[in-house]
């Protein structure tokens, strides 16, 4: 197969994801991106390889074939989930899930394995906080679940004042100031029409929450 220029742009965008999913799914799984430019070396991105011992540049394999064809012949044309094993005779749960590129053909395969054979206590050690540097402390993050934007920036709001009125290092004539740097640093400021929710809210100008801005992405 033939990948065009956004067709591989497109594979490239989701070398990221085979990452992340690793990182949230923990050790037992593996997680694998397929090319199909190319079945012996379709493997173009893998995150924890040793469940099957394959590398970047592995050849794709015959349930992979198996799933891809299944995925053509199905009524939704997304994904497989099926069960099988290892070289090392490990078990493993995998989903199979179809990329489409330009001209909606299936240009990639996005593979997921669970090792069956993990322990439980290693298994489930990885969905709890611990002291793994790329997982942030639970404790750090309360995240909201807003149903509209002006919502998460007012619930934003309720929470960054009330911290900010409990510090006791912050000084009254600063506590706008540092309210307004601690939604910068979050990120609040790229919603849209954030400034005028806040300058209402803190009952100052909207020129006065700009000021602040200005300085901050100085």
């Known amino acids: 197969m033939v990948l065009s220029d956004i067709d591989k742009q497109i594979l490239e965008s989701y ?3 085979v990452d992340g999913l690793a990182n949230y799914l923990g050790p037992s799984s593996e997680v694998v991106l397929h090319s199909l430019e190319d079945y012996n070396r379709s493997v173009v991105k893998i995150a924890n390889g040793h469940h099957t011992g394959r590398k970047i540049g592995a050849p ?3 349930i992979a074939l198996k799933m891809l064809s299944e995925i053509k012949n199905s009524d939704d044309k997304i994904c497989k989930t099926y069960y099988t094993r290892s070289k090392t005779g490990n078990s493993l ?3 199979t899930t179809a990329i489409y590129g330009e001209n909606g053909r299936i240009i990639g ?3 997921m394995n669970l090792n069956l054979d993990t322990s439980f206590g290693e298994f489930i050690k990885s969905f709890f906080p611990g002291k793994d540097q790329n997982t942030q402390n639970h404790n750090e993050n309360n995240e909201i679940f807003a149903n509209s934007t002006s919502e998460l920036v007012l619930s934003a709001l309720d929470n960054i004042v009330a911290e900010v009125n ?6 009254s004539i600063n506590k706008n100031k540092e309210i307004i740097k601690r939604l910068y640093d979050k990120g609040i400021f790229n ?20 000021l602040h801005l200005r300085n901050y992405s100085k």
């Open 93 to 95: 749960k995998s989903n």
């Open 166 to 171: 409990n510090d006791s290092f912050v000084s």
């Open 15 to 17: 070398k990221t994801m």
């Open 60 to 62: 794709i394999t015959d």
């Open 191 to 210: 919603i849209k029409d954030s400034p005028n929710l806040v300058a209402d809210y803190l009952k100052i100008s909207k020129n006065t929450v700009y």
């Open 109 to 111: 395969l996005l593979c």
